[in-house]
């Protein structure tokens, strides 16, 4: 009996909202278009906080701290040991760069000269093998072999001046400085300290220490703390030991940089919300409209039997019904949405395309993965997160805001004297 009453009040509320079918359309189409703003947007912002915290972690680590000079003050081997004994830290890369010049061909460019070592230069450059680095030549960093970044390699209009096998003479701090070309590096990075590896040439630290600057002054220290637990604690020894340095915490950058995009999500969130306001008072606008049209009806309804709390239910049903279809819809368009930002090369998704060159900041800068082919230009790729989680709740938000928008006119229905129904016109 409760499922002929169950299938009557949907055959009753699917005839009511056929015979209304443009505003059922309407109303459908405002969910739809609802689901997929709303989507898009949080999704984004849920994908590329996700996307920057991958690149953080891959390339930093969330268990990495930075120590850099500020003003006159100075780094050096003496300190790269006392902070090497520290507890918690499990090693210590030093920094070191100095600005020199080549003239290759009679193309003359002004160039950093940077000392690393091979896993520095591979965390730099997020790969776990040298070689995915490189466009050509060999993964070796040595004495007198050098890598050379990619627009020291290439003029901009794309020509290739410098080859692996190429001997290439570097004028540093007063000195030349001559080295064979290893290899010449792919664009896009990330440097430390106003470093753009597209700009630089790197060789062994072991080489920058002996051949462009014996005094040992180091232009900062990369430190590997051994758990992510104990980065706040080193931290702190670090700025007790050196108070007039800058100590760069990256699990607090990250974390910075995941509260920029937690308050983008939600003013996305909001801006796209608004659209289920406006399907709130569409389908509040409706009902009411259905109440005044269908008096009569309710009338008789009343009359051969219908309690008084059918009424109500019946449009409250029309308005799942309508909120059911739209959210179907809207999700799966959502969805297929998703995949094809995620597939297509017109947003910026083919393996090829990605952020060329580099930009500095105060202490850090960084510069995306790019087309090795590509000179210019710019195509950020769209990271589109969708949850399972996420997915439910667009497709619950249409039906609560329908049910709660007809509630109010649905109940007003029910205050309307039976009496009053039949005689109205």
């Not at 947007?41 to 000079?69: D, H, R, W, Y």
């Not at 970044?149 to 290439?154: H, I, M, P, S």
């Not at 009338?299 to 049903?317: D, E, K, Q, Y």
């Amino acid at each position: 009996m409760v499922v002929v009453r169950v299938i009557d009040y949907l055959n009753l509320a699917w005839r009511a909202l056929w015979e209304r079918r443009g505003r059922t359309i309407g109303a459908i189409a405002g969910i739809v278009i609802a689901i997929i703003a709303l989507g898009l947007a949080v999704g984004a912002g849920q994908g590329f906080k996700s996307l920057t915290t991958g690149f953080f972690e891959s390339v930093f680590g969330v268990n990495t701290i930075v120590l850099f000079p500020s003003g006159s003050a100075q780094l050096t081997l003496t300190d790269l040991a006392t902070v090497s004994s520290l507890p918690h830290v499990s090693s210590v890369e030093p920094l070191l760069e100095a600005s020199g010049s080549i003239n290759v061909n009679g193309h003359p460019q002004r160039v950093q000269l940077v000392g690393v070592t091979v896993d520095e230069l591979m965390q730099m450059y997020g790969v776990t093998s040298l070689s995915d680095a490189l466009i050509s030549g060999n993964p070796i960093l040595q004495t007198g072999v050098v890598l050379v970044g990619y627009d020291v390699a290439f003029t901009n209009t794309g020509q290739e001046i410098i080859y692996p096998g190429q001997l290439l003479t570097i004028t540093v701090n007063g000195k030349t400085v001559t080295a064979i070309v290893g290899g010449v590096l792919k664009p896009g990075s990330v440097g430390l300290i106003g470093v753009n590896p597209n700009t630089a040439i790197f060789m062994d630290s072991s080489s920058f220490l002996s051949e462009i600057d014996p005094s040992g002054v180091l232009s900062g220290l990369t430190i590997h703390v051994d758990k992510p637990s104990n980065v706040n604690s080193v931290s702190s020894m670090l700025q007790s030991l050196y108070p007039q340095d800058q100590v760069l915490n990256l699990s607090t950058v990250l974390s910075s940089v995941n509260q920029f995009f937690t308050t983008l999500e939600l003013f996305l969130a909001f801006i796209s919300g608004i659209s289920f306001v406006i399907i709130g008072i569409w389908i509040f606008d409706t009902t009411t409209i259905n109440v005044i049209q269908r008096t009569r009806e309710f009338g008789i309804m009343r009359a051969v039997g219908f309690s008084r709390r059918s009424i109500p239910l019946l449009l409250i049903t029309e308005a799942v019904i309508v909120g059911v279809i739209g959210s179907i819809i809207g999700v799966s368009l959502l969805v297929a949405l998703t995949h094809l930002i995620h597939t297509s090369s017109l947003f910026g998704a083919s393996p090829g395309v990605g952020f060329r060159g580099g930009f500095r900041g105060a202490a850090a800068s960084s510069a995306l993965s790019a087309s090795s082919s590509s000179s210019v230009g710019i195509s950020l790729p769209i990271p589109i997160t969708l949850t399972a989680p996420y997915i439910v709740l667009l497709f619950i938000v249409p039906l609560a805001t329908n049910i709660i928008a007809a509630l109010v006119p649905a109940i007003r229905a029910t205050r309307i004297p039976p009496a009053q129904t039949l005689r109205y016109e």
